[in-house]
């Protein structure tokens, strides 16, 4: 596990924060001891969103925070503002006029806390927060650990975490819960079944392979998690610009996701038969690379014709889903850094997400918004299908006009999967390009959180009917 923030004991002194908004704030300068509405005056500070204003007392040290917030019935600007309240001077704080939202206020601030500490001596000294009235501190720390585990995957580089590493965070997870994992590698792979997991990662130093693990009682609430793995993707043949192979430490991104989320699943007592599979390989060059042009069977019984070699997380993740599939699992989450095109539609901080059933994406837009997790729903538009047509194979990976490409990489997966009324897959971006409240720039994990929340959610609605 990361070495995650963590809230403030209660018994530790603290600054405190006054949360201030425009409405308020006149009233607010009244309670103030003279020399401080002075000071405050003096400074010109006005109450807008995201404004610090750091008081002194007559000793000199800090006395308070003010910190500006949106006023009452505006609209809000974001959730995770509090995450700028990590920019103050080492030392404990509280809120003593608290945020609208203590809950998300809270978070942020132990998210915006994460520091990739692997290759640094040491930390960089850093404020800590006096957990809020009446938030789950427990639990909002657990959800902050399992983000932070996420993203120093994420982060870390491809000589560091590469397929064997990958391995060690995922059976570190399964170890901690007792179960025993299956690790299926090299030409074993073919053996079981799972021949584009084996053509994708076979030309690398470090063999592919397929891991997963299960835990949870048998007549749980059936959920299981797959994660596109790729440790590092030069794009195989059809061999990526450097510009695009700056951040392809990042495509194993998906397979962090599962893992974080799976983390969150088992922090808690859920009686959930959870099941998580990752395919993990690297797109590498040699002479044993797969090539455009060429036809593998999946584990489906579709053959696939390669339409390009750098199209390959869609590959692995086709039979893991048909592996998940044969499971009938009662919800199928696949994540994956899989398009670039997606980016181009919506940007980094919204990914993509797919499914059949309307009522599992209400759900997944309900609980986004209310997680400040965001994702938006795009079409698996039908018409899309014939563009995935090969002349000599069922299917070819990829189209030859290059149109909404996010859409009909979802469509090519939505063919391996047995029941997509349960499924949902998310072209997740997996990176912060710059710094934002709660979302330091580097590795990130997206989706997870909404999905800890529509998980339990489901739980709790089984259990209750049950």
Not at 49 to 76: D, I, K, N
Not at 98 to 117: E, G, K, N, T, V
Not at 123 to 139: F, I, S
Not at 260 to 281: G, H, K
Request: with cysteine; hydrophobic share 45%; net charge negative.
């Amino acid at each position: 596990m990361a070495d995650a923030a963590h809230f403030a004991e209660n018994e530790e002194s603290a600054i405190p924060i006054d949360c201030v908004d425009k409405e308020s704030f006149a009233q607010y300068l009244e309670g103030l001891p003279p020399p401080m509405r002075a000071y405050v005056g003096a400074a010109g500070f006005e109450p807008k969103p995201g404004a610090l204003l750091l008081p002194p007392s007559p000793e000199g040290a800090l006395a308070r925070v003010l910190f500006g917030v949106e006023s009452p019935g505006a609209r809000r600007l974001d959730p995770f503002l509090a995450g700028k309240l990590t920019a103050l001077p080492p030392g404990v704080y509280a809120f003593e006029r608290a945020p609208r939202d203590p809950d998300a206020a809270a978070l942020a601030f132990l998210l915006s806390s994460y520091q990739f500490l692997r290759y640094r001596a040491k930390p960089a000294a850093a404020p800590r927060l006096r957990a809020p009235k009446g938030v789950d501190a427990l639990r909002l720390e657990r959800i902050a650990a399992a983000v932070a585990m996420g993203r120093d995957l994420i982060n870390t580089p491809a000589n560091d975490m590469g397929p064997q590493a990958l391995t060690d965070a995922a059976l570190a997870i399964a170890e901690r819960q007792g179960v025993a994992p299956r690790v299926v590698i090299g030409d074993d792979l073919l053996r079981e079944n799972l021949p584009l997991i084996h053509a994708v990662g076979r030309a690398a130093a470090e063999a592919p392979r397929l891991v997963e693990f299960s835990c949870g009682p048998a007549d749980g609430l059936k959920v299981t998690l797959v994660g596109k793995g790729v440790c590092y993707d030069t794009g195989g043949l059809d061999i990526k610009p450097s510009s695009a192979m700056a951040l392809m430490k990042k495509d194993m991104g998906g397979s962090a996701v599962a893992l974080s989320l799976a983390e969150m699943l088992l922090s808690v007592d859920l009686p959930l038969r959870l099941r998580v599979i990752l395919p993990i390989v690297e797109n590498s060059v040699s002479a044993a690379s797969f090539r455009t042009g060429d036809v593998y069977k999946s584990r489906k019984g579709l053959s696939v014709e390669i339409g390009n070699t750098d199209a390959e997380g869609r590959l692995i993740l086709a039979d893991a889903l048909a592996l998940a599939s044969e499971d009938e699992p009662d919800l199928l989450f696949d994540f994956a850094t899989l398009t670039g095109a997606a980016r181009v539609a919506l940007g980094p901080e919204l990914p993509p997400f797919y499914t059949r059933s309307d009522a599992l994406a209400e759900e997944i837009a309900r609980f986004g918004a209310s997680a400040n997790d965001p994702v938006w729903r795009l079409p698996l538009w039908e018409a899309y299908q014939s563009g995935l047509d090969s002349k000599i194979a069922d299917v070819s990976s990829t189209t030859s006009h290059g149109f909404a490409g996010s859409i009909t990489a979802a469509l090519f997966l939505s063919r391996f999967v047995a029941d997509p009324q349960r499924w949902a897959h998310f072209d997740v971006y997996c990176w912060n390009p710059s710094t934002k409240p709660g979302r330091p720039e580097g590795g990130e994990i997206q989706a997870a959180r909404l999905l800890y929340d529509l998980i339990e959610a489901r739980v709790a609605t089984r259990s209750a009917t049950r």
